[in-house]
């Protein structure tokens, strides 16, 4: 998940521009009294205009992204349409169409990030896991607006046993490739699953470059774990315990995410956001997965700047980064 992971963010980031309402705010009057009453109004004042803006924009955003959503599926439900239907093929089974962002699962619910690996990416490996109980928080248009507010761990049932075999990424069908890279025990499967260069998500790299080199994701010590599951996922469990955790996991929403993924200007993402945005990710279940993904996909060049894919020497589609 940037998906982005992410990364997952700032796809959704591009659907839209976060826009501002200014609505006037009578003060009342402290009529004869002193200056620090009119001063304590002004305050009060500000206090609810500001209040009042942060409502519209979120109610804005929501708005904007269902619409986006809608627009979307029309689209792959449009192209399925003209599909074979003799064929019993569906946009949902065609993995790698020609949207790489946003399909439709099995239930015909919005799927956002939900493609297999690359076939050049997968070598002898055999992927056997592709699940299709996922997307119970998904819907025709995609997430709710009031699942789009709450607190992120409280979409997939954390402490019950079904915890143990979902996450936020499942229950909400956004970066499912992520539930899906854990179901086969392979975290490389969801960035295999992304080809940063394609049309829909190349103008994410500057932003996704940052994140993960803000969050140390580019270190060695990453890269080494990367083809292996249980290691990478107890180091990821780690960071969220310890490193992210001031970050206010328990709290953090879907629109939280919108909202630190919004830069245009990539430079501007600041540590704390980066920070911010991985502990999201923590909040989803996994951070395992951008971790992977900054890994396969990244690497510091001797020039100190940050390259991808084969702009890294020794990089490999199966193998990915050296280390």
Not at 119 to 125: E, K, V
Not at 300 to 310: A, E, N
Request: net charge negative; charged share 20%.
């Amino acid at each position: 998940m940037p998906l982005a992971s992410h990364f997952h963010a700032l796809l959704l980031a591009l659907v839209f521009l976060l826009s501002s309402f200014h609505a006037g705010v009578a003060s009342p009057s402290c009529g004869g009294e002193a200056q620090g009453c009119r001063a304590a109004e002004d305050e009060r004042a500000l206090d609810m205009l500001a209040d009042q803006e942060d409502e519209e924009a979120a109610e804005l955003e929501v708005q904007l992204l269902q619409t986006q959503l809608t627009t979307q599926r029309t689209a792959v439900v449009e192209q399925a349409n003209r599909s074979d239907n003799a064929t019993g093929e569906t946009v949902a089974k065609d993995q790698q169409g020609d949207d790489h962002v946003i399909s439709l699962d099995h239930a015909g619910r919005v799927c956002m990030l939900c493609n297999k690996p690359l076939p050049d990416r997968i070598g002898s490996r055999q992927y056997t896991e592709f699940r299709t109980d996922c997307g119970s928080k998904s819907s025709p248009t995609g997430p709710s607006a009031e699942d789009m507010a709450r607190p992120t761990v409280e979409l997939w049932q954390r402490g019950s046993q079904a915890a143990a075999a979902s996450n936020g990424f499942c229950e909400l069908n956004f970066a499912k490739s992520c539930a899906d890279a854990v179901a086969n025990k392979d975290y490389l499967y969801w960035p295999k699953s992304l080809d940063l260069n394609h049309a829909s998500l190349s103008s994410n790299v500057p932003w996704n470059k940052r994140y993960c080199q803000l969050n140390g994701f580019l270190e060695q010590s990453v890269a080494m774990l990367q083809h292996n599951f249980t290691a990478m996922q107890q180091k990821a469990q780690e960071q969220c315990n310890t490193k992210y955790a001031k970050h206010g996991i328990e709290k953090l929403t879907f629109l939280d995410m919108l909202e630190l993924s919004k830069h245009e200007d990539a430079e501007k993402l600041s540590l704390e956001e980066a920070e911010r945005m991985a502990a999201w990710n923590c909040a989803m279940g996994d951070l395992g997965c951008d971790m992977a993904m900054c890994a396969y996909s990244f690497c510091v060049q001797p020039s100190g700047k940050t390259g991808l894919y084969s702009e890294c020497q020794g990089w490999d589609p199966v193998a990915g980064m050296p280390f």
